[in-house]
């Protein structure tokens, strides 16, 4: 059965920076892509960054270039998202998943986690 725990996500202030965290079980980790999604109240879910089971080439949006980082460590069968300079338009549930791919692409996910609210306060 896969799993996907995520951690981190809270309350932040503008400007500041965050990091979650998504531990994976349940399957082979190194042969899937994960990703991060964001859903902001009203809006869609988005992808805000991905990176590939292979060559760890590494997706974002131009809303988050810069801005975000995502890593993955196959040994730990963990990935992360390292989030900077926070915005209020940065708010929003943030999904870990995980899937066939390609990276860059939203329904390439199969497996999600619980998701977890980011707040950025002004």
């Known amino acids: 059965q ?3 725990v995520e951690s981190g996500g809270g309350l932040v202030q503008v ?3 965050m990091r979650l965290s998504c531990a994976a079980s349940g399957l082979i980790f190194h042969a899937y892509a994960v990703g991060w999604f964001r859903q902001a109240p009203g809006k869609e879910r988005e992808l805000v960054a991905a990176i590939g089971s292979k060559s760890g080439a590494t997706y ?3 809303s988050v270039k810069g801005q975000f980082t995502v890593s993955r460590d196959n ?3 963990t990935f992360y998202l390292e989030m900077n300079r926070l915005k209020p338009e940065d708010m929003g549930i943030y999904y ?3 899937g066939p791919g390609p990276y860059f692409y ?3 996910y199969k497996y999600w986690g619980q998701g977890t609210q980011v707040t950025v306060s002004s």
Request: net charge neutral; with cysteine; proline share 6%.
């Open 15 to 17: 400007g500041e920076s």
């Open 75 to 77: 040994e730990r069968r």
């Open 2 to 4: 896969v799993q996907l």
């Open 60 to 62: 974002y949006p131009d």
């Open 106 to 108: 939203a329904k390439g």
């Open 96 to 98: 870990c998943a995980i």
